[in-house]
T-cell receptor
Framework: GQQVMQIPQYQHVQEGEDFTTYCNSS?????IQWYKQRPGGHPVFLIQLVKSGEVKKQKRLTFQFGEAKKNSSLHITATQTTDVGTYFC??????????FGDGTTLTVKP | KAGVTQTPRYLIKTRGQQVTLSCSPI?????VSWYQQTPGQGLQFLFE???????NKGNFPGRFSGRQFSNSRSEMNVSTLELGDSALYLC?????????????FGPGTRLTVL
């Protein structure tokens, strides 16, 4: 079945450093969604990308959707302690259900 | 607008028992999906309900079942609990389709099976 893989599984950075997580799908996706889950919290929707090659920015966060619509990335510039958490990507299968990646857990050392 | 609510928030059961979890979606949302999350694991999809019908199902045994009512509220039932069922159970609501619409997650029900 369709798989959505994320790397790395964990990332430890010093505050102020940049961070990137990558999401790869075994099949072409119609769209991709990104969620953030803070420690002890629940996933919160960040953004949805739909178009091939799409790039969207939210303050220090930059999201990209690959030209082939099989991969995506989330880049955070100059991380802050408030960025800690697990970042998930999710893409729909042909049946329309979301398949979540295993997530990348970010820790930020002040 | 009120968010997704889940009850109870915490639950302790013993092996062999059964449990029912409840989820109230955001008003106007017709799709409710259920996920299981274990420590260090991603979100494992259980099932999705839309307009009282199960529209999608994950790879979980038949001990896991659910239903949706006419007001879109949903319940999830796990029978014959096993130790491995200990997890955070999250429900998420969306307007129409979880794969194509933003999902709003509830705070989850943390189930511990002893």
């Amino acid at each position: 079945g369709q798989q959505v893989m994320q790397i790395p599984q964990y990332q430890h950075v010093q505050e102020g450093e940049d961070f990137t997580t990558y999401c790869n799908s075994s099949t072409t996706l119609s769209n991709i969604q990104w969620y953030k889950q803070r420690p002890g919290g629940h996933p919160v929707f960040l953004i949805q990308l739909v178009k091939s090659g799409e790039v969207k920015k939210q303050k220090r966060l930059t999201f990209q959707f690959g030209e082939a619509k099989k991969n995506s990335s989330l880049h955070i510039t100059a991380t802050q302690t408030t960025d800690v958490g697990t970042y998930f990507c999710a893409g729909p299968t042909n049946a329309g259900k979301s398949t979540f990646g295993d997530g990348t857990t970010l820790t930020v050392k002040p | 607008k009120a968010g997704v609510t889940q009850t109870p928030r915490y639950l302790i059961k013993t092996r062999g028992q059964q449990v029912t979890l409840s989820c109230s979606p955001i008003s106007g949302h017709r799709s409710v999906s259920w996920y299981q999350q274990t420590p260090g694991q991603g979100l494992q999809f259980l099932f999705e309900y839309f307009s009282e019908t199960q529209r999608n199902k994950g790879n979980f045994p038949g001990r896991f079942s659910g239903r949706q009512f006419s007001n879109s509220r949903s319940e999830m039932n796990v029978s014959t609990l096993e130790l491995g069922d200990s997890a955070l159970y999250l429900c998420a609501s969306s307007l129409g389709g979880q794969g194509y619409n933003e999902q709003f997650f509830g705070p989850g029900t943390r189930l511990t099976v002893l």
